[in-house]
């Protein structure tokens, strides 16, 4: 199994089972809408905090991915989650209503995919065979604890970007029907020097490229064995950097086949979401949501998500420290 | 492998082939100090902040850990680690200065089994060679986020613990000498209600019982089958309640074969430290210092930590919110 030095291949061929994404309004007003498997339709849930908020909307996608895996909470062996919130508290109090066995892990917004990996790897190895893998954010906990209480209507610099309310879960198994998890490859930390926590997209760029590069490098593929790569939340100032960065080292794509799914969650130039979608939740729903619906419908055979985290908090920022960044991709292919 | 529904077995038997803890001065003071491999006499560590100083804890011991297993930071594969920080930035930023893959978890007080048990799977599962794992925490930190800045003297209950400062760190391996990774036992949430932050030994003392009667149900053993049990950091209050919820259940130890790194790291009758030791370097230090070298010394040949979490945040319980609590455990044999 040890092909690559960073890349894990998952020979055992781990399946979703199992997907689900619970969404708010601003994502249930964007182009993926149908997608979706919950809008809703207020963005306090009818919870009396946000972070209440946040956790609602991961345990009914946690809810929803066991169901349509038609599984029950109790047939669960593990799960794997992570979020943004100081000490993830959205996912270790949505582990203590899943109740099965919890690892807690962060990534920052690359959190959908290390968990995924993880997930994958604890079923590819035979230690477990149903793993749920979840992730959430909320854009008001994030803001308020990140940067501004939303309350405030304190402005926004164009490079900022917009915290996705959403959350994403899946059921990987060691056998069924659905898309198979092929290869994880796990990224290292890139930090340019960036410290600027309204830029985070131009921060993580050279994380996705580091993981994309390594990526073709560790599996001796190439972009055309992709019918479509995406990065996490980059969004329409750190996407356009990405690009240019793998141009010069001669990979090209065109935007059909290399997208950001923090550019594809929202309608950027007419929602109000300064240069795009962030947070853990804005690949987990562009991911659970859209894409393995494309993949089901038969219109994409095999991807590759490059989920992106910048790994600050408002402490170390305050101290004066740089943005360390980080990109994990995973593999996700749909069987003949 | 699939032997326990919680319980991975490492069939390929990883081993810990380098080990290294940096502790502060109070640890340095206690009981344990000869097994230490760095001692801090300042808090401080001549940093400009606490949170530095924690860093520099971490990223001193994985420097220890891998020069004793004779590696270079090049030959690391992949680096797992987590800690008490908001966004577990003291791993985060140490990750940056060791350079490899690196997923980052969170487990509160239970991050360094948790990161232990990943780690071990990855090699098992020969996903990676050499695998660093490793956490931290640091007494001024911990309690500037979790409760009050240290600097403004507050007084404290009895029942509350002192947050070790010290970092531990191991290389976990796929072929090499020392003590070898049998199995972990992967916790659930464990929850009765408790909302107290100055007495989470109570909180936590469920989750221990109920990973280690499950790690005995998975593999059949049973308390004679270990030379030591230890949990993470119960202390004085937590531990003799995990202790009595296991005489009920027909499980008696004596404390000579079942004990609390809590308890263990300090002198908790002299030193200042009211109920006893905590936070992640609590389990991390005395398993990584004082416990191997116990097994290499031919004093231990088989051991299995309990390491136990509070998975609360100020704003958790801010908001009203009970604390859920967690356990992972980890069995480590000494070949002979």
New interface residues.
């Given amino acids: 199994?040890?092909r690559g030095?960073?890349t894990?291949?998952f020979d055992k061929r781990p399946v979703i089972i199992g997907s689900a994404t619970v969404v708010g309004p601003d994502e249930g007003d964007g182009p993926l809408a149908a997608d979706f498997d919950l809008i809703h339709p207020m963005l306090d849930l009818q919870q009396k905090?946000w972070?209440?908020a946040e956790r609602l909307l991961l345990e009914q996608a946690s809810d929803l991915a066991i169901q349509s895996a038609g599984l029950t909470k109790q047939q669960l062996?593990?799960y794997v989650g992570?979020d943004?919130?100081?000490?993830?508290?959205s996912n270790?109090?949505a582990?203590?209503t899943v109740?099965?066995?919890?690892?807690?892990?962060?990534?920052?917004c690359s959190t959908s995919m290390?968990s995924l990996a993880?997930a994958s790897?604890?079923v590819?190895?035979?230690?477990?065979?149903y793993v749920l893998a979840g992730t959430c954010s909320h854009n008001c906990t994030a803001e308020k604890q990140f940067r501004y209480p939303t309350e405030y209507g304190s402005q926004k610099p164009p490079t900022a970007q917009y915290t996705v309310t959403g959350a994403g879960a899946v059921v990987v198994a060691a056998e069924g029907e659905g898309p198979v998890v092929e290869c994880a490859t796990?990224?290292?930390?890139a930090?340019l020097g960036i410290k600027d926590p309204f830029n985070m997209g131009a921060a993580m760029a050279p994380a996705a490229v580091d993981t994309i590069q390594t990526h073709f490098q560790d599996t001796g593929r190439e972009p055309g064995d992709y019918d479509l790569i995406v990065t996490g939340d980059l969004a329409s100032v750190g996407f356009p950097i990405a690009r240019d960065l793998l141009s010069r080292d001669g990979v090209q794509m065109e935007q059909t086949v290399f997208n950001d799914c923090g550019l594809m969650v929202y309608d950027v130039a007419k929602q109000k979401v300064q240069a795009g979608g962030s947070g853990c939740g804005c690949s987990a729903v562009v991911t659970y949501g859209h894409l393995l619906k494309r993949m089901k419908r038969g219109e994409l055979r095999r991807i590759l998500i490059v989920a992106t985290g910048a790994?600050?908090?408002?402490?170390?920022y305050q101290?004066g420290?740089s943005i360390?960044c980080?990109a994990h991709a995973v593999a996700i292919e749909q069987p003949h």
Same sequence: chains 1, 2.
């Fill in positions: 199994m040890l030095k960073q894990w291949w905090t972070e209440k062996q593990f992570g943004l919130m100081n000490q993830i508290i270790s109090f582990a203590r109740g099965a066995p919890y690892l807690g892990v962060f990534g920052a290390e993880i790897l604890i590819n190895s035979g230690s477990g065979s796990i990224g290292k930390i930090d790994l600050l908090s408002p402490l170390s101290q420290e360390p980080i």
